[in-house]
T-cell receptor, first 113, second 114 residues
Framework: DAGITQSPRHKVTETGTPVTLRCHQT?????MYWYRQDPGHGLRLIHY???????DKGEVSDGYSVSRSKTEDFLLTLESATSSQTSVYFC????????????FGPGTRLTVL | TQLLEQSPQFLSIQEGENLTVYCNSS?????LQWYRQEPGEGPVLLVT?????EVKKLKRLTFQFGDARKDSSLHITAAQPGDTGLYLC??????????????FGKGTLLTVNP
């Protein structure tokens, strides 16, 4: 199994509070991704990174920001959490630009009250 | 972003039955991947198909990539309860662009009853 951990695994927070989710990898993979998974919507890309300090937006990036100061860590921040951001968040990593296989972390279940 | 449509959305069958699930698009994909996600876990890659008409087998699972590279199917023979999960297809998000971003279908949720 690829070495990917996510923390926390579960979090309950209140509307308006900032929240940071962490993804840590031990595989030295170049690419890292944050997805959210919701019933009826499948997996949707929030942000991704193609190297240290190199990030870009995915299809549902509004209300989220990311940072990658080290190869192994990719942080997802909800600046001011809203109930619509209640979801399961997955981090993924990959290391090939073609025929791309992504390895996923175990997920973080976030509830915004 | 290229779109992938999966059908059926839900499938509940008895152990021992055969089934096929589908992944379709109006776009041509350079490759398609199939992932399986078990409850409470992240998706895990099952297979990647890259050539039109390609057939790959993984034990009781048979994957096919359409000749035109716009669709793919997953056939399971003699399904077992351990096959229960969400089956996702995925392909490069941008036609002609970089391949490190994927777009996912919404998945088929398979339940195999003992």
């Amino acid at each position: 199994d690829a070495g990917i951990t996510q923390s926390p695994r579960h979090k309950v927070t209140e509307t308006g509070t900032p929240v940071t989710l962490r993804c840590h990898q031990t595989e030295n993979h170049r690419y890292m991704y944050w997805y959210r998974q919701d019933p009826g919507h499948g997996l949707r890309l929030i942000h991704y990174s193609y190297g240290v300090k190199d990030t870009d937006k995915g299809e549902v990036s509004d209300g989220y920001s990311v940072s990658r100061s080290k190869t192994e860590d990719f942080l997802l921040t909800l600046e001011s959490a809203t109930s619509s951001q209640t979801s399961v968040y997955f981090c993924a990593i990959s290391d090939r630009a073609s025929g791309n296989e992504q390895f996923f972390g175990p997920g973080t279940r976030l509830t915004v009250l | 972003t290229q779109l992938l449509e999966q059908s059926p959305q839900f499938l509940s069958i008895q152990e021992g039955e055969n089934l096929t699930v589908y992944c379709n698009s109006s776009s041509v994909f350079s490759s398609l991947q199939w992932y399986r996600q078990e409850p409470g876990e992240g998706p895990v890659l099952l297979v990647t198909v890259v050539t039109g008409g390609e057939v790959k087998k993984l034990k009781r699972l048979t994957f096919q990539f359409g000749d035109a590279r716009k669709d793919s199917s997953l056939h399971i023979t003699a399904a077992q309860p351990g096959d229960t999960g969400l089956y996702l297809c995925a392909g490069p998000a941008d036609s002609g662009g970089s391949n490190y971003k994927l777009t996912f279908g919404k998945g088929t949720l398979l339940t195999v009853n003992p």
